[in-house]
């Protein structure tokens, strides 16, 4: 007989060890908090505070008592702004029905899932893929399929491999576009192809969306947009990236009604309601028309042309140009070095951190991703280290 009576089988789906994804960061941040002057690139941290308006909202709104329950699938106000948001991109209506408040994308993405699929059920996921939505994918008990994303198509999709990895248990087709981290962005034609994919076999196709307002030269579309596949998206926002409220977990899932109604009895079950005061701050920066996010797109462009111009050219590595996004892929397979050896050995040399992309995914093997949200000068300096580490190393 056990000593202690047993855990949730939901429970024991989740690893208890430490993300190996994060071994690198952690370990600069350790050093930083001891002292130590180090170039922090390896996590995705916009270096701009929110628009004063969505400060100002904070205190004006706590100010007015917004500090009590909320309606379980978000306030009045940030449910139609989050509606009028969503539909610039989606060329249709969003409707209230629509949407779920959610703190933050990656829960949007877990209570999705949880609605969606579970133990027996299959999905299909691109790799590389974002580290963290490893034990989103474990805590629903789905089964997974990925197919590569190779750095020879610049990290596209081929569409006929996502059509032969379907099964009969599969369920769903999951994206981040763009992508994180290699910075892809699909055209509208890539993504109806895989939106046919998902209608010829009856799945669903969600999107993490978060990195849309910022596409570099190319033309986003959401999965919104595409025109007769509307009874099977799901897209997943945030205003993390966009507004740089990264600390306020401030998010949404927008889905037909059916499943919305769905996910929305999950809410209730599980957080009965966000902060007020925090949907209240959302819905002042969605507000703005897009005037900051188009900022912060300028922002990382004008930096992302500084770092290319630092890293191409060298003999070591090869930097890979994002359509969107606010990171930088780098191929650093020339160098002979594994993706954590040479992440590690930078962190020594030239006290530069970045992320090792090998757990995010096969295809990510050999890259490490740089972030874009960094003081143009730091960043810059930082792209000299980088070089001049792998150069010597060549």
């Not at 009590?68 to 969503?86: K, L, S």
């Not at 996502?162 to 994206?175: D, G, M, N, Q, S």
């Not at 070095?337 to 995010?360: G, I, W, Y």
């Amino acid at each position: 007989m056990s000593a202690f009576p047993r855990y949730a089988d939901l429970s024991m789906r989740l690893s208890d060890e430490p993300d190996p994804a994060w071994r690198v960061h952690q370990l600069a941040t350790d050093r930083v908090a001891a002292g130590e002057d180090i170039i922090v690139l390896s996590i995705g941290e916009p270096d701009a505070p929110p628009p004063p308006a969505v400060l100002a909202e904070i205190e004006a709104s706590i100010a007015r008592g917004r500090t009590r329950y909320a309606a379980a699938r978000g306030e009045d106000a940030v449910v139609h702004a989050i509606c009028a948001y969503a539909a610039r991109d989606a060329g249709r209506p969003i409707t209230p029905d629509m949407v779920n408040f959610f703190p933050g994308a990656q829960t949007a993405m877990f209570g999705m899932l949880m609605t969606l699929v579970g133990p027996g059920d299959r999905l299909i996921l691109p790799e590389p893929f974002y580290a963290p939505y490893t034990q989103v994918l474990r805590a629903s008990g789905v089964a997974v399929d990925h197919v590569p994303l190779r750095p020879e198509d610049g990290f596209h999709p081929r569409v006929e491999e996502i059509r032969a990895a379907v099964r009969p248990e599969t369920r769903a087709v999951v994206l981040t576009h763009p992508h994180n981290p290699t910075g892809a962005m699909l055209g509208k034609d890539e993504l109806a192809a895989i939106a046919a994919v998902c209608r010829d076999h009856d799945l669903w196709l969600v999107a993490d969306e978060v990195y849309g307002e910022f596409a570099y030269g190319g033309e986003y579309t959401s999965i919104l947009a595409l025109e007769g596949f509307e009874d099977r998206v799901v897209s997943l926002g945030t205003l993390s990236k966009s507004y740089a409220m990264t600390g306020f977990r401030h998010g949404w899932s927008i889905a037909p009604p059916a499943l919305a109604a769905r996910a929305g009895v999950l809410l209730e079950a599980m957080l009965f309601g966000c902060v007020q005061f925090i949907q209240d701050a959302g819905a002042v920066a969605l507000a703005d028309g897009g005037a900051f996010p188009r900022a912060e797109r300028d922002k990382y462009l004008r930096r992302l042309d500084r770092v290319m111009a630092e890293l191409e050219g060298s003999t070591a590595i090869l930097p890979r140009r994002p359509e969107a996004g606010m990171f930088v892929m780098i191929d650093i397979r020339p160098t002979g070095l594994e993706a954590e050896d040479f992440a590690l050995r930078l962190l020594d040399a030239e006290r530069v951190s970045v992320l090792p992309t090998h757990t995010f995914g096969p295809s990510g093997a050999g890259h490490v991703r740089i972030s874009l949200g960094m003081d143009d000068e730091l960043l810059v300096e930082a792209a000299r280290r980088i070089r001049r580490f792998a150069d010597a190393l060549a």
